[in-house]
């Protein structure tokens, strides 16, 4: 099954290749989120004009905690759970296979 | 009581305008905490799929939800002011205070002007304009209304993803695509009526004059700093109705009948969620299906659709993992392909 747009990485738990190139930009996409939920817990408690690389830390810290625990409660949602329960039940068993480069 | 609610939204500007003309160190940064109160408030509160008949509403509480919309285009106007006053001292932090700025814009801000420009009344049309402006994003009033609503779900819509697309990808084809679009519609509306593209009939030039000369005058004003604040503020609210508009059309599409030519949009083509307190602050936007299904429907009466594809979380917690695109993927993919 090729997806409609880019690599979901896991669609109806089949797994299919991915380049180097996804994986970094998928990396680097979850730092970019680290950054501006960061930024967004800095402006919390930022004062003064400066930048304190402690206060930065503690800041990625906290939207490290932030998104994992909406993550976890997210996933955790009966909501989430009955539809995953749905797509299982459509989705074979031994449907783990690799699928290649479409072109 | 029920227009308590409503009222919500209202908190933080007030609070932060309270706050800093009395003196306090901590006015704009309330605004993080505020949401941080909301985040953990939105898992606790719960869904209300409660309807309200327009009919059974009184005139006057009629005109109190329409007077909500109005009232807030000055009280943002003042909160971003007070931004731009608090940047001129040299203890302020520019970066906070814009990202505080821009949240509230970006949350608040953009569904109230999103309530406004859907109205046929010219005076709340403006407001709208008045308050995009503000963010710098005026075009969004043409594009939203021309261009998304009737293209939703289709390739030529900018401002719905695509199914593995991440918020990444999705932001400058949104912003760029968007404002090429609207560009597009303008045009073609001019030519329609006979008038010249390049005019003062012309929407689009009018907002970009407009720009220009608020930049030009908060430059003048308060400076440089007045004016990254400004610009940082503007790009964060930007920011977020991308988010929005990532969030509300994930992976969602209507099916091509012919060439060219869609199935009519239902309310199977946009994330419904009935969080209660991501519906009080957002003047109802994730109400999203019946918004699409009835654009004209005011605020206070837009409808939670069952059966359109719903979302696993309030809204808020909906935009933090579209920021983390593996994260987002793994929740929201299985639910698209149930859906469609």
Request: proline fraction near 5%; charge should be positive.
């Amino acid at each position: 099954m090729a997806p409609d747009y880019g690599s979901t990485g896991e669609v109806f738990n089949v797994k299919y290749s991915r380049s180097v190139f996804e994986r970094i930009f998928e990396f680097a996409s979850v730092g970019a989120g680290l950054a501006i939920v960061g930024a967004c817990s800095y402006a919390g408690y930022a004062e003064g004009p400066g930048f304190g690389i402690l206060l930065g830390l503690v800041s990625l810290i906290v939207a490290a905690v932030v998104v994992s625990a909406v993550f976890i409660v997210t996933r955790t949602s009966a909501d989430v759970r009955a539809i995953r329960k749905q797509v299982d039940q459509l989705q074979p068993p031994d449907a783990d296979v690799k699928v290649h480069d479409q072109n | 009581m029920t227009l308590v609610p409503h009222f919500f939204p209202f908190v933080v500007p007030l609070l932060v305008l309270t706050a800093y003309w009395s003196g306090a160190s901590w006015a704009f940064r309330s605004v993080t905490w505020f949401f941080l109160c909301v985040l953990v408030l939105e898992f606790v509160a719960g869904k209300d799929s409660r309807e309200r008949d327009a009919a059974g509403v009184h005139s006057a509480e009629r005109y109190v939800l329409r007077l909500i919309t109005w009232i807030w285009v000055p009280i943002h106007a003042a909160l971003i002011t007070t931004g731009l006053l608090a940047v001129g001292d040299a203890s302020s932090n520019l970066p906070a205070i814009g990202i505080a700025l821009g949240t509230v814009g970006g949350m608040f801000g953009i569904p109230v002007a999103h309530e406004l420009m859907h109205r046929s009344n010219r005076f709340e049309r403006a407001l709208a304009e008045i308050q995009m402006t503000m963010f710098s994003y005026a075009h969004f009033c043409i594009e939203h209304v021309e261009g998304h609503h009737t293209n939703v779900g289709t390739p030529r819509d900018p401002a719905t993803a695509r199914l593995g697309e991440s918020v990444y990808q999705f932001l400058p084809r949104s912003v760029c695509g968007g404002f090429a679009h609207a560009w597009r519609l303008e045009s073609a509306r001019l030519r329609r009526q006979n008038r010249s593209v390049i005019g003062g009939s012309n929407r689009m030039l009018r907002y970009l004059l407009t720009t220009f000369a608020l930049y030009f005058a908060i430059g003048r004003l308060f400076g440089t700093k007045g004016l990254l604040l400004f610009a940082v503020q503007s790009v964060v609210s930007i920011g977020i109705i991308e988010i929005i508009n990532y969030v509300e059309h994930y992976g969602l599409t209507r099916c091509e009948l012919q060439p060219g030519r869609y199935e009519k949009v239902t309310t199977e083509h946009s994330w419904n969620s009935n969080h209660r307190v991501s519906n009080w602050l957002l003047f109802n936007v994730p109400r999203h299906a019946d918004h699409h299904y009835e654009p004209n429907r005011a605020y206070p009466f837009v409808r939670h659709i069952e059966s359109a594809p719903q979302l696993p979380a309030g809204s808020l917690a909906m935009y933090i993992l579209a920021l983390f695109p593996p994260l987002w993927r793994r929740i929201m993919d299985p639910l698209v392909r149930c859906s469609t």
